[in-house]
Structures are given as structure tokens and as C-alpha cells.
């Protein structure tokens, strides 16, 4: 008759690597001889030694399968500021690394051209307003032609229209930032000139900070906008991770990774965080509630599937029974179970290691013992 070999389970929970997931399959677990012979059920009955193992209760408890990556952070917003036109710089009017409401205002550019020349435009505005109304009037009785009123009216337009230029301009002499944020280091001083082209400084929304990280094309399915995210510094020694979610991923998967660029939010991020940093992120790609679960080194391989060994009482003794299984999530040491064909009842014992190396069959008699500290899985 075929038997298991079980053997001492070393259990220790998965390490979160990056791109892997805690809910892969438990198929390759050892436990058990490749194409050994299972009995569904009770089988043959007494004979051989009473066999000491180690058995846990079937629990169930809602797991969490979870992803396990690493990402950029970065600014809600940031911007480099500039000047939109060329000038000498005639005040600066903040300090490196302050915060700034939006529309405050950075520097100031030297604007006494350009007031003289509004002041030229207004000049010039004011006599084509006069030859305008001039016009109308001769125009109604008829004293002027209609090539005189036209010109009168063009030239009332483009001066409206010089002004409303000047002051454009004028207003852009006034550097101001347009967002809140923290200011950066300035690379200018008052008295230097400055074009479009120049860099004054930069200015960083930190009021939440984007993660940016990719998600490999087998686990795209379960991450959408609104996934739950936690991330952690890779330098931090805090164990009190920062929460966030998705709010985009990449409909594109880049055919030489074959993954997808996913971002997200962290909303209110600790000090400690800062924008550039790499950091750990656990995606949370699915959550079962109430699932029956068993450690994975309960967990038997055969031909005819996976098993698990519970310790059913017959006649008096208790006994081996081999059960066939479905395998759902598994996280951390732990594995989701079903019945094939029949049915698993929680606080029901099951297998969990061998004391030595035993060979257990169906029907075969069982002292069951509590198992061992060093391989029990945390709840």
C-alpha cells in the first residue's frame, strides 16, 4: 500500500520580493514523494505503530494578498520657475526653502521702459479716442468721407489694443508662484539679468507626494484606481508605513519589461518621507474574508492533486485521512483551502509536520501532538 513520507517542516513566512505575490500557488511546497498514492478517505484500517505528528486546527482568517515592489517618490506638483521676458532682476522677495501661497509674489524685473512706454501708448490712445469722436460727428453731418472715419476707428483700435499689451507685459515683470508649495534653492541674485531661459528656482507641492512603480502584466487584472497601497523608505527604521492609493495605471505594458506604469497618492505623508526617495510599496491586490486556511507545510503533493492529512476518530482510535483540496491565496506561511468533493469544518485537525521521518497511510493510527512553536504560523 503507497504511504506519504512526511518530514520536520522548516516553515518560515515568504520574504516580500519585489514582483513577487503572497497569494502565488502552494503546488511547490515539499511535503510529500512525487507520484506517491493517495486514498481519498479512511482506506484500510489498524495495523502498524501508532505514529506521533504534529497537527494544527483548520482556522479561518481573512488573508490579504499583497505585492510586494519598489518605486520613486515624488511631488504633487513641481515646477521650475522662470521669467516670461528678459530684464534686470530689481528685488527678490523670498528665502530659500519657504513655504509660498500661490499667486505670492518670487522677484521683481526692472519695468521703468516699459512704463514709459505705456505711458507713450496712453498718449497716443487718448488722441485716437478725440479723432474718433471727431470723425463721428462729421460723419453725421456728412463733412467727412467714409475712408476718414475708418481710418479714425483703426487707429483708436490698435492703440486699445498697444495698451492692453503694455500692461501685459508690465504684469510679467512680476515673478509669482503659481502654486503653494516649498521654494527651492535660488540660482539668481538682485542686479543680474535674466531671460526666459533663465532658471530662478524651483517650487514643490509636497502637500502629498505621487509613488511611481511598475506592476508586472500578471497581476494587472487586480490593480485599478482606488487600490490600496502602503509604502515604506527603504532607509527607514519606522515599521508604521504610509498609506496611499492608485489613481492611474498605464493602459500601455512596455513590451521589453512587459509591465505597466502604475502611480499613486499618499495623502498625508509622514515627515520623514521626501520626494526622490526609492521606497518599499505592498500593493494590496485582494482581500478574502473568513477564508479556511492551513500552513503550508500541511499541504501534500500527489498525482491526483493536493491533499492535506486530518485526524478523523474511528472505532475509538484516531486515525489518517487524506483529503483532496483546492488552494486559493497564500500569505505568509498560510494557504487557502477547500474541499474537492467534500467538506472541511473549521477547528478540524490536520497534519502539520512528522516528529522524524514517518510514513503515514490511510487509516493509519495517529498520536496527534500540538505542534512546535518554531514552525507555527503567526495569526
Same mark, same amino acid.
Given at each position: 500500500m503507497g504511504c506519504a513520507?512526511?518530514?520536520? %517542516?522548516?516553515? /518560515?513566512?515568504d520574504p516580500a520580493g519585489a514582483g513577487r505575490t503572497s497569494g502565488d500557488s502552494a503546488a511547490s511546497e515539499p511535503g510529500s514523494r512525487g507520484g506517491e498514492r493517495r486514498g481519498g478517505g479512511g482506506?484500510?484500517? +489498524?495495523?502498524? @505503530?501508532?505514529?506521533?505528528v504534529e497537527v494544527v486546527a483548520l482556522q479561518r482568517r481573512d488573508l490579504v494578498e499583497t505585492l510586494s515592489l519598489v518605486g520613486s517618490l515624488a511631488p504633487n506638483e513641481s515646477a521650475q520657475i522662470r521669467a516670461e521676458i528678459a530684464g534686470q532682476v530689481r528685488a527678490i522677495y523670498f528665502n530659500e526653502g519657504e513655504r509660498l501661497e500661490q499667486g505670492q509674489m518670487l522677484l521683481k524685473? !526692472? !519695468?521703468?521702459?516699459?512704463? =514709459? @512706454?505705456? !505711458?507713450? %501708448?496712453?498718449a497716443r490712445f487718448r488722441l485716437a479716442e478725440l479723432n474718433l469722436q471727431r470723425a463721428e460727428n462729421l460723419r453725421q453731418t456728412q463733412t467727412n468721407t467714409l475712408a476718414d472715419y475708418d481710418r479714425a476707428q483703426s487707429e483708436f483700435a490698435s492703440g486699445k489694443a498697444e495698451l492692453a499689451l503694455l500692461r501685459v507685459r508690465l504684469d510679467k515683470t512680476e515673478v509669482k508662484a503659481p502654486f503653494a508649495g516649498m521654494v527651492g534653492a535660488r540660482d539668481i541674485s538682485p542686479g543680474d539679468y535674466i531671460t526666459a531661459a533663465t532658471a530662478i528656482t524651483t517650487l514643490n507641492d509636497?502637500?502629498?507626494? *505621487?509613488? !511611481?512603480? @511598475?506592476?508586472?502584466?500578471?497581476?494587472? &487584472? *487586480?490593480?485599478?484606481?482606488?487600490? /490600496?497601497?502602503k509604502v515604506l523608505t527603504r532607509s527607514e527604521a &519606522?515599521?508604521?508605513p504610509a498609506e496611499g492609493e492608485v489613481y492611474f495605471v498605464n493602459s500601455v505594458i512596455n513590451r521589453s519589461t512587459r509591465s505597466s506604469e502604475v502611480k499613486g497618492w499618499l495623502n498625508h505623508p509622514p515627515?520623514?518621507? *521626501? %520626494?526622490?526617495?526609492?521606497?518599499n510599496i505592498e500593493l494590496v491586490l485582494e482581500t478574502r474574508r473568513g477564508a479556511l486556511t492551513v500552513p503550508e507545510a500541511?499541504?501534500? $503533493?500527489?498525482?491526483? +492533486?493536493?491533499?492535506?492529512?486530518? $485526524? @478523523? $476518530?474511528?472505532?475509538?482510535? /484516531?486515525? =489518517?485521512?487524506? $483529503?483532496?483540496?483546492n488552494l486559493g491565496l497564500r500569505t505568509r506561511g498560510l494557504v487557502e483551502i477547500s474541499a474537492r468533493g467534500g467538506e472541511l469544518n473549521e477547528q478540524q485537525l490536520v497534519v502539520a509536520a512528522g516528529v522524524g521521518s514517518l510514513a503515514i497511510y490511510p487509516g493509519a493510527r495517529l498520536e496527534p501532538r500540538p505542534q512546535r512553536?518554531?514552525?507555527?504560523?503567526?495569526n
Open positions: 513520507l512526511l518530514f520536520p %517542516a522548516c516553515h /518560515k513566512s482506506g484500510a484500517r +489498524g495495523g502498524g @505503530q501508532v505514529q506521533p524685473i !526692472d !519695468d521703468a521702459e516699459l512704463r =514709459a @512706454q505705456l !505711458d507713450q %501708448a496712453e509636497l502637500s502629498r507626494l *505621487k509613488i !511611481d512603480f @511598475q506592476v508586472p502584466e500578471r497581476y494587472l &487584472s *487586480k490593480v485599478q484606481a482606488g487600490t /490600496k497601497l &519606522s515599521e508604521s515627515p520623514d518621507l *521626501k %520626494a526622490g526617495m526609492f521606497a500541511s499541504i501534500l $503533493v500527489s498525482q491526483e +492533486g493536493p491533499q492535506i492529512i486530518t $485526524v @478523523q $476518530v474511528e472505532n475509538g482510535e /484516531k486515525v =489518517a485521512a487524506f $483529503v483532496p483540496v512553536a518554531e514552525f507555527q504560523v503567526a
